[in-house]
C-alpha cells in the first residue's frame, strides 16, 4: 500500500535522509525506531509533503499506487486526514487551545465528507466512544486545556481516525504521556488498527513501545534504515551493533547485579552510608 | 473587578460616547446660531461651556464635534484592524520571501508620519473626512500588520497547525481559523489603541485645518478657533482639549486593561 524507494531528503546539499526501500501493506502495523536526528520525523513527514520548504525530496513514495511526491499542495490536502493521517506526540500542543473539542473532531469530517451538521455531531460522539472517552456528551463543549494529557490524545486519535483512514502515522504517540496512559493509548491504537484493517506506523524512540505494536521493525540511524525485520526477529537476533545497543537501552528496572554495574561503587551519602 | 484601568477606561468612554449619542437628538442649544452679542461669554448657568468668538454655545460645539472626531476614529480604526490583520496574517502565512516584501512595504508605510500624508492627500483630494480616513487608515494598516506578524507566527509554527494541515487544511483557514482566534486578543487590544491613536491624529489634522471643513465642526476645528485667543479666554481652549484627553484616556485604559485581562499568563481562566 506504502512504497518507498531511494527516497532522499536533504538540505542545502546535506543529506538527511536517505532510504532505498520501505514498503508496508495494508493493516500492516510497522515501526520505526531510531534515536532523536535519526530521521524517523522526516520520513514520515515526507509521506505526508509537510516538510519545511528549505528541505528537498527526492525519490518516490506511493500511496495505494499513486505517487505522492511531486503534487500539488491541493492535491495532497486531499489525501491528507482521509487517507493518510497523523497523531502526534505532545498532544497538548497539537490540539487549537481556541476552539471546543467536539468542533476540532469534526474538522476533517466537514472538511472531508458531505455530512450534513447533525450527523457530524453524531458521529464526533461515535468516535469518542469509540476512543473510550468518558462523556462525550459533556466533552464537546470543552476546550483542551481542560482535559487531562490522555484525554486529549485519545482526541487527538478520534480526529486522526474520524475519517478511517487507511494509514494512521503514530509519531511518537505516547512520549509526553505517563506511563499508563502511555499502555491504554497503545492499546486503543492497536484495537483500532484491527477493528479497521488500518495500517499504523509507529514512530519512536523507545523500543519497548514500538515492539510491544508493531509486526515489523525498521531501525534507523544517521538517516538509513540499518536493520528491517519482524520485530521478534529484531528483538532476539539483532545484527547490527546499533540495533543491539538499542535493545540494551531499554530501560527495565534493573536488579541488585545491574546497578552495581551501572554505578559501580556506591557515592557516599550525606548519612555517611 | 481584575482590572481597575479597564473600569475606569469603560467610564470615561462611556461619557464621550453617551454625549454623542444624545448629540444626534439635542444639544443645549443650535450649535451653529451665532449671537454676536453673546460672544466670549465665560461659562455660566445658561452657557454650560461658554460661548466661542462668534457666540455660539461651546458644549453645544463639543458635542456635535465629537460626532465627526469619533466617526473618523472608528472608521480608520475599522479599516486598520480587518486590513491590517489581514496583511499581517498573509506575512505570516506566506512563504519567507513574500513575507519579507510586505513586511518592508508595512514600514515604509509606518515610517511616512500620517500628518505629512494627510497634508499631501489634501492638496490633492481637497480636505475633508476623506482625506483624514484614508491618511489614518495608510498608517493604522501598516502598523496593525506589523503587530500582528510575529504572534501569527509563532502560533504558525506550533503543533496545532501541523496537526490542522495533517487533516488537509488549507493555508487559508488555518490563517483564519486557527491562527487568528489565539491572535485575537492581541487585535483586540491594537484596535482600541488604534482608536485612541485615530482621535489624536483626527484632533491634529483638524487643527492644522486638513480635516473638518465648516460647517461641519470636530474637536480638533474648536481648538484651532480658540488659539489666538487663549489668554482672553483660557476655557475655550482647556474644554474641547479636555474632551480629547478624556477619549484618548478613556480608550487607551481600555486596551490597557483589556490587554491584562485577555493574558493567558495573567489570567487563570485562559484566553477568551
Known amino acids: 500500500m506504502l512504497e518507498i524507494n531511494n527516497l532522499r531528503i ?11 526501500h520501505l514498503s508496508a501493506t495494508p493493516g500492516e502495523r510497522l515501526g520505526l525506531v531510531g534515536e532523536s536526528g535519526s530521521g524517523k520525523t522526516l520520513t514520515v513527514l515526507s509521506i505526508l509533503g509537510l516538510l519545511p520548504e528549505m528541505m528537498d525530496v527526492e525519490g518516490s513514495i506511493t500511496f495505494a499506487g499513486q505517487e505522492l511526491l511531486g503534487k500539488s499542495d491541493k492535491e495532497l490536502a486531499k489525501i491528507r486526514g482521509r487517507d493518510i493521517a497523523m497523531v502526534f506526540q505532545d498532544p497538548s500542543r497539537s490540539l487549537n487551545p481556541t476552539m471546543k473539542i467536539g468542533r476540532q473532531i469534526g474538522e476533517s469530517l466537514r472538511l472531508h465528507t458531505d455530512l450534513s451538521k447533525s450527523d457530524i455531531k453524531q458521529k464526533v460522539i461515535e468516535l469518542m466512544h469509540g476512543v473510550q472517552l468518558q462523556d462525550p456528551e459533556k466533552l464537546v463543549t470543552r476546550y483542551p486545556h481542560e482535559l487531562s494529557g490522555g484525554q486529549q490524545q485519545r482526541v487527538m486519535i478520534a480526529m486522526a481516525i474520524s475519517c478511517k483512514p487507511s494509514l494512521l502515522i503514530a509519531d511518537e504517540p505516547t512520549t509526553a504521556l505517563d506511563v499508563t496512559v502511555q499502555q491504554e493509548i497503545l492499546k486503543l491504537l492497536l484495537r483500532l488498527s484491527n477493528e479497521s484493517n488500518m495500517g499504523v506506523i509507529f514512530v519512536s524512540h523507545n523500543l519497548g513501545v514500538v515492539q510491544a505494536v508493531s509486526e515489523r521493525i525498521a531501525v534507523m540511524h544517521n538517516g538509513e534504515i540499518v536493520e528491517l525485520g519482524p520485530t521478534s526477529q529484531i528483538i532476539d537476533s539483532p545484527t547490527v551493533a546499533y540495533t543491539k545497543a538499542l535493545i540494551g537501552a531499554n530501560p527495565s528496572i534493573p536488579n541488585e547485579q545491574e546497578l552495581s554495574r551501572l554505578l559501580g561503587t556506591r557515592f557516599p551519602t550525606s548519612r555517611g552510608e | 473587578m481584575k482590572s481597575p484601568q479597564l473600569l475606569l477606561g469603560i467610564i470615561l468612554t462611556g461619557f464621550v460616547l453617551t454625549i454623542t449619542f ?26 454650560w461651556f461658554g460661548t466661542d468668538r462668534l457666540g455660539r454655545d461651546l ?45 518592508r512595504i508595512s514600514d515604509i508605510g509606518i515610517a511616512l ?73 492581541i487585535v483586540i487590544v491594537q484596535t482600541s489603541m488604534m482608536f485612541a491613536a485615530g482621535i489624536l491624529i483626527e484632533a491634529s489634522l483638524s487643527f492644522l485645518g486638513v480635516g473638518a471643513q465648516p460647517p461641519t465642526t470636530s474637536w480638533g476645528k474648536i481648538l484651532m478657533d480658540s488659539q489666538p485667543l487663549v489668554q482672553q479666554a483660557p476655557y475655550y481652549t482647556i474644554l474641547p482639549g479636555a474632551f480629547i484627553v478624556i477619549s484618548v484616556l478613556g480608550f487607551n485604559l481600555i486596551g490597557d486593561g483589556l490587554s491584562v485581562l485577555l493574558d493567558p499568563q495573567q489570567s487563570k481562566k485562559g484566553v477568551v
Open chain 2, 22 to 47: 444624545v448629540s444626534f437628538f439635542w444639544t443645549p442649544w443650535d450649535p451653529i446660531g451665532i449671537n454676536v452679542e453673546d460672544r466670549l461669554l465665560p461659562p455660566n448657568l445658561s452657557h
Open chain 2, 113 to 185: 508620519p500620517s500628518i505629512l500624508i494627510a497634508l499631501v492627500l489634501a492638496t490633492t483630494l481637497g480636505p475633508g473626512r476623506l482625506s483624514v480616513i484614508i491618511a489614518i487608515s495608510f498608517w493604522f494598516v501598516p502598523v496593525t500588520a506589523r503587530v500582528v506578524v510575529g504572534p501569527a507566527r509563532q502560533i504558525l509554527a506550533l503543533d496545532f497547525v501541523e496537526a490542522a494541515m495533517t487533516h488537509g487544511r488549507s493555508r487559508r483557514y488555518i490563517l483564519f481559523r486557527q491562527v487568528l482566534p489565539n491572535i485575537a486578543p
Open chain 1, 10 to 20: 536533504s538540505i542545502a546539499g546535506k543529506t538527511l535522509v536517505e532510504i532505498d
Open chain 2, 59 to 103: 458644549f453645544s460645539q463639543i458635542m456635535v464635534g465629537s460626532q465627526n472626531t469619533l466617526f473618523v476614529a472608528l472608521i480608520s480604526t475599522i479599516v486598520g484592524a480587518v486590513l491590517g490583520t489581514s496583511l499581517g496574517l498573509a506575512a505570516a502565512g506566506s512563504g519567507p520571501r513574500w513575507g519579507a516584501v510586505i513586511t
